[in-house]
């Protein structure tokens, strides 16, 4: 679908709900430009993992940032937007459970989000793009057209998750999931700086029972009616 008229997107909502699985499709079919907010802290803390950052030490945190560049290029294979850490690919490594340990911790620093939020408020000046995380639509596009915010049943997010982390490591146990993502939740929602919500005028998209398509008709749906208002 194309259009003259080009929107900002904002995806928001807990973890393992699917967010960037449909925020890139819908960039897709929208022919906009998709960019996964939450693999810009999974690189960071990446990088503060890799050189033993202490996220205490305000002054190393400021030191670290100052290290960092982020950037985002398309996969000519599989045609996604990937995260780069420094010129470096760093999809291969900030899905791992180590980086999901550690994500909330590091994205709960106001330097870290502020650092954050100035690059992807730069990448949504022209519009046409879908951008998912936890504060897109309160923190980062308050002024975002469309806001969904998605959810889904505990249960269903932490099959979701675990599926995702066995599928590269066998070792992996459903409990450590489960415990992981209600440190996140509640890091998440509980954090000083933009904690996770749901903004006053965003959609709740709850997809614990619909499939991946019906889910992103829904969307679909929503974006043209802002698109053609």
């Not at 699917?18 to 906009?32: C, E, P, V």
């Not at 205490?56 to 294979?77: E, R, T, Y």
Request: charged letters at 25%; glycine letters at 4%.
């Amino acid at each position: 679908m194309t259009s003259l008229k080009k929107i900002i997107i904002t995806v928001d909502g807990w973890s393992s709900c699917g967010k960037s699985t449909m925020a890139r499709q819908l960039a897709k079919r929208l022919q906009y430009i998709f960019i996964d907010s939450g693999s810009m802290y999974r690189a960071i803390t990446l990088f503060f993992i890799r050189n033993e950052v202490n996220v205490q030490d305000p002054a190393q945190v400021a030191k670290a940032l100052q290290q960092i560049k982020l950037s985002f290029h398309l996969n000519a294979h599989n045609g996604n937007n990937e995260i780069y850490l420094n010129g470096e690919n760093a999809e291969p490594y900030i899905r791992e459970m180590k980086v999901a340990e550690k994500v909330s911790e590091v994205a709960a620093i106001r330097e870290v989000r502020e650092f954050a939020v100035k690059q992807q408020q730069l990448i949504g000046n022209d519009k046409g793009i879908v951008m998912d995380g936890r504060d897109i639509g309160t923190a980062v596009f308050p002024q975002a057209e469309l806001k969904i915010f998605m959810t889904a049943d505990n249960d269903v997010r932490v099959m979701r998750r675990y599926k995702e982390l066995a599928a590269k490591d066998s070792s992996i146990q459903m409990e450590d999931v489960k415990s992981n993502l209600a440190l996140r939740d509640h890091m998440d929602s509980n954090r000083e700086v933009s904690p996770l919500r749901k903004a006053e005028d965003a959609v709740v998209l709850d997809n614990s029972h619909m499939t991946p398509d019906e889910q992103l008709n829904l969307a679909l749906q929503w974006a043209k009616e802002k698109i053609n208002a």
